[in-house]
């Protein structure tokens, strides 16, 4: 088989492949690149000596665009057969549109935390009615345990989860099971520990800065092959793996100045694949700029990806349930339900308006007739929105069951596609830390302690804030699966599969006109209304019972959280306290 690997830097370049060395050769169409052919198969160890003489024995480094890191990170590359990997299930059709997605940590969802423990675990989603699986990022880390998000092998899968085959069985069985699957991925940084490609090749530039160092090389010198190596990183995802959309992590880090941004490259090269396959394959971005044109089509002047998360929404109904109201959410507290309702029917809070906690003006309009509400990602839990917590604390920690509830019917009635964060669906009572496994000592503790004095800006003492390197941390994190049988975890779950079963059965709450969502609120008396078409949704978050006139009768009850009377012939609902009701013609 032929070997190549992208080393500009070097006059120099061999090949270990398992006890013997190889000697590579220019190749004389690609600049920077060297070639070599030899005899390899599954599982075979290689990497890659860089100058210097052929035959020296240190060091070896593992291939940029290695699948398999079978020792991690600092190890040799293995050869992965996608042929023998091969899926037999086919995926599901499923657009976006009309998508409930499910975020879950592979490493945590179970105790097991690998990923066929996780797809053990797959009935539990389709009960629950939810459409794809979103996966928190798989590529390798240093260590066993992390989130994930300092990952430096963008082609590869994280060892301890099941490598390159388990992930390949998992998506397999999520698509017989009828669960499209989403995977996340990282291109606005590498991790500290374990990031090989500085040796290779310009992949980073000092043209910008991030808060991890030194950007990702997209628009310096030598930039079209960085480009192509996180654009080739995201296609086989979705061509090897036969996954179904992918999310992109902080793309307002992507420091890109190009006429052509990477972000327009990669939607381009990801419509042209689904059109090739057939599949209706998505990029969801995270951005906290409030621009539409993240999503508006690349023929309207846009970056053109499918949807993008919305954070307006979330941090509006986090402060409407919580009253907080530190750091970013003093934007929202001031009128949670304003807040709430604005976001329901413009999406962005921040849409050229002031923002208190960046100092600034922020954000820009969305069109609403030319957007549709499937552009944006509607939720009430995330695992930035738990875990960049002080204690990784749930909503579940401090609200009632009725609460939750609510927070489930906006969410899931809403006009945005929902989300739901692993465990949410049934309250889970364990929380969701940040935690992580340096081998390095000095980063070790560097992570503590940076951790530490963050929080100790804001009143915490060191000790309560938990450590990340100890494995209990994570070990806390991890779902109880029990939980789902008990009350009062029962009854919600019971209430999330009502809520995700009406939003298949009630075509309004899939409607993606903005324009046509109209929502009242009392904010003082702490409840919101609003009608989607022929459906309308009654939320009162108050401790007290609320009386809401509808404006019009003939409605019948579709569900409530707590029991209720239809409403009377004036049109007037009695609503109990913290509970919600959605009603239809």
């Given at each position: ?6 080393a ?6 061999a090949?270990?492949?398992n006890d ?14 060297w ?7 599954d ?11 052929p ?16 020792d991690?990170?600092?190890?040799l590359?293995?050869?992965v057969?996608?042929e ?6 086919q995926?599901p059709?499923?657009?976006l549109?009309d ?25 539990h989603?389709t009960?629950?009615g ?13 260590g ?9 092998a963008?082609w590869?899968?994280h060892?301890?989860y ?5 992930l390949?069985?998992?998506v397999?069985a999520?698509h ?9 991925v990282?291109h606005?940084?590498l991790?500290?520990?374990?990031n ?5 090749g310009?992949?980073f ?11 990702v ?14 654009l080739g990183s ?9 996954i179904?959309?992918l999310?992109?992590?902080?793309v ?9 941004t ?5 939607a381009?090269?990801v ?6 396959t057939?599949r209706?394959?998505f ?7 409030c621009?539409?044109?993240t ?9 053109g990806?499918?949807a993008?998360?919305n ?7 986090h402060?409407?349930l919580t009253g ?13 339900l304003?807040a709430l309702?604005?976001?329901m029917?413009r999406?962005?809070f921040?849409d ?5 906690f960046r100092g ?6 969305v069109d ?14 995330t695992?930035?929105q738990?875990?960049?917590?002080a ?5 579940s920690?401090g609200?009632?069951?009725?609460l ?8 899931l ?6 989300m739901?964060?692993m465990?949410?669906?049934w ?7 940040y935690?992580?496994?340096h ?7 560097a992570?503590?302690s940076?951790?530490?004095r963050?929080?100790a800006a804001h009143?915490?003492k060191?000790e309560?804030?938990?450590d990340?390197?100890?494995p209990?941390?994570r ?11 008990q ?5 919600l779950?019971a ?5 995700v ?5 009630q075509?309004d709450l899939?409607?993606?006109d ?10 003082e ?5 609003f009608r ?6 009654v939320?009162?978050l ?9 404006g ?9 959280w ?11 609902i009695?609503?109990p306290s913290?509970?919600?009701v959605?009603?239809g013609?």
């Amino acid at each position: 088989m032929q070997f190549e690997v992208w080393a500009p830097l070097t006059d120099q370049v061999a090949m270990r492949l398992n006890d013997a060395v190889y000697g590579m050769s220019p190749d004389p169409e690609r600049d920077g690149w060297w070639v070599v052919e030899a005899p390899a198969a599954d599982g075979d160890r290689y990497g890659f000596l860089l100058g210097g003489d052929p035959g020296q024995q240190e060091p070896v480094r593992p291939d940029p665009r290695g699948r398999r890191l079978p020792d991690g990170p600092d190890g040799l590359s293995a050869v992965v057969d996608f042929e023998a990997l091969h899926p037999g299930s086919q995926p599901p059709r499923t657009p976006l549109q009309d998508a409930v997605l499910y975020e879950l940590h592979i490493g945590t969802f179970t105790p097991e935390g690998t990923f066929d423990a996780a797809a053990a675990r797959l009935p539990h989603l389709t009960a629950l009615g939810v459409t794809h699986v979103e996966l928190m990022p798989v590529c390798p880390f240093p260590g066993r345990h992390g989130w994930g998000y300092d990952g430096v092998a963008p082609w590869a899968v994280h060892e301890p989860y099941g490598g390159p085959a388990g992930l390949a069985r998992f998506v397999d069985a999520a698509h017989a099971a009828g669960l499209g699957v989403v995977l996340d991925v990282v291109h606005n940084h590498l991790g500290p520990s374990g990031n090989h490609l500085p040796s290779f090749g310009p992949y980073f530039t000092d043209t910008h800065h991030t808060p991890w160092g030194s950007a990702v090389n997209l628009d310096a010198p030598g930039s079209d092959e960085v480009r192509a190596y996180f654009l080739g990183s995201a296609l086989a995802w979705l061509r090897d793996y036969r996954i179904d959309g992918l999310r992109l992590d902080a793309v307002h880090a992507l420091a890109d100045g190009r006429a052509l941004t990477f972000l327009e490259e990669l939607a381009a090269a990801v419509d042209e694949l689904a059109a090739e396959t057939g599949r209706p394959l998505f990029l969801i971005a995270e951005s906290d700029q409030c621009d539409p044109r993240t999503t508006t089509p690349r023929a309207t002047g846009g970056l053109g990806l499918h949807a993008q998360w919305n954070d307006d929404f979330h941090h509006a109904l986090h402060c409407a349930l919580t009253g907080e109201s530190q750091a970013y959410y003093a934007d929202f507290a001031e009128a949670p339900l304003a807040a709430l309702a604005k976001t329901m029917t413009r999406a962005f809070f921040h849409d050229g308006t002031w923002s208190s906690f960046r100092g600034r003006t922020h954000g820009r309009q969305v069109d609403r007739r030319r957007t549709p509400a499937h552009r944006f990602l509607g939720y009430s839990q995330t695992h930035d929105q738990i875990g960049n917590r002080a204690l990784g604390d749930r909503l579940s920690a401090g609200l009632s069951p009725g609460l939750l509830a609510c927070a489930a019917t906006l969410t899931l009635t809403g006009p945005f596609v929902p989300m739901l964060f692993m465990g949410e669906e049934w309250g889970a009572g364990t929380p969701w830390q940040y935690f992580t496994d340096h081998p390095d000592p000095g980063l070790a503790e560097a992570v503590r302690s940076g951790r530490r004095r963050e929080f100790a800006a804001h009143g915490w003492k060191a000790e309560e804030i938990p450590d990340p390197q100890d494995p209990a941390t994570r070990d806390r994190s991890c779902l109880d699966w029990a939980e789902p049988g008990q009350e009062p975890h029962a009854r919600l779950l019971a209430w999330y599969r009502t809520l995700v079963s009406l939003r298949r059965t009630q075509p309004d709450l899939c409607d993606p006109d903005l324009a046509a969502v109209r929502v009242a609120f009392d904010e003082e008396r702490r409840w919101v209304t609003f009608r989607r078409g022929d459906v309308r949704v009654v939320v009162n978050l108050s401790g007290e019972p609320a009386t809401i006139a509808l404006g019009r009768n003939g409605v019948r009850v579709l569900a409530a959280w707590e029991p209720l009377e239809h409403p009377g012939p004036d049109g007037r609902i009695h609503v109990p306290s913290e509970s919600a009701v959605i009603l239809g013609p």
